[in-house]
């Protein structure tokens, strides 16, 4: 598939051309996306098409697997990402991954928050103090946590965990959130939560989520793109990929027909 050129606003990451290949499996084939800026972009398909290997790419964690070979373009504001050089730790700053189980590191739940801005260099207590008030009031979990900031993270209910993550991303203030399937391991109450905050955080950022719920994907997204096989099957305004699907593979995957 060729590059997807949106018209209507400005384009934070594009993929022309990706290919990938773990050994010698290729699992992204001629990988072609725009992502919109302050929008919420789904990936759907089913298991095993080229969601997260596609999100991964985004921030090159591809990188850290062994016999991983990519070809083709991603840019990240204009710039080429897999140009020799780029600073991939800055990359990753910028562009920063929640997962799809909640891993909070075991430490209290202000070093977790605090974690990342220590790490590039913020020692002053007052702008560590206001960063993690300000991250977990972005992650909508201050509230519920704010008279037990030394406590440990591991304490905290799953979806409390997830939002956490979710602060803790924030709080080295990205310009785009991946998310790889966040809410599989939460229940409808904490799925919920973490849709809302997903519909409060396109505000100020990109946000992209793969996930297998396709009822979720049309709830939170703007932007919706369907994989099968490693290929980016139709890519377009969520509405018109559940509705008026371009494509019959999508048509057949949305209607439940295979998948």
């Known amino acids: 598939m060729t590059e997807i050129t949106i018209n209507d606003t400005m384009n934070v990451l594009e993929a022309c051309g990706l290919n990938l290949w773990y050994g010698s499996q290729q699992a992204l084939q001629e990988v072609g996306i725009a992502v919109p800026a302050l929008q919420v972009t789904s990936l759907i398909g089913p298991s095993g098409c080229g969601k997260s290997t596609l999100l991964r790419c985004f921030n090159r964690m591809n ?26 730790v800055e990359l990753r700053k910028r562009v920063g991954m929640v997962f799809q189980k909640p891993n909070p590191f075991p430490k209290s739940i202000y070093d977790n928050v605090a974690y990342g801005p220590r790490v590039h260099g913020e020692t002053d207590r007052a702008r560590l103090d206001e960063c993690v008030e300000r991250s977990l009031r972005q992650a909508a979990l201050w509230d519920e946590v704010e008279d037990r900031l030394g406590d440990s993270a591991l304490g905290l209910s799953g979806g409390q965990q997830q ?62 793109g369907f994989m099968y096989l490693g290929r980016l099957v139709e890519f377009g305004r969520t509405l018109q990929v559940f509705e008026a699907p371009r494509e019959e593979l999508t048509e057949r995957y949305i209607t439940g027909r295979f998948g």
Do not use: F
């Open 63 to 88: 990188d850290l697997v062994a016999d991983c070979r990519i070809t083709g373009r991603i840019a990240y504001r204009g710039d080429d990402i897999y140009h020799p050089g780029y600073d991939v």
């Open 163 to 224: 939002r956490l993550c979710i602060a803790r991303t924030l709080a080295v203030e990205p310009d785009v959130i991946l998310m790889d399937e966040p809410c599989s391991a939460l229940d409808p109450i904490a799925t919920a939560k973490i849709e809302d905050l997903i519909d409060t955080l396109k505000q100020r950022y990109t946000v992209i989520i793969v996930t297998h719920n396709m009822q979720q994907a049309s709830r939170v997204s703007d932007w919706t």
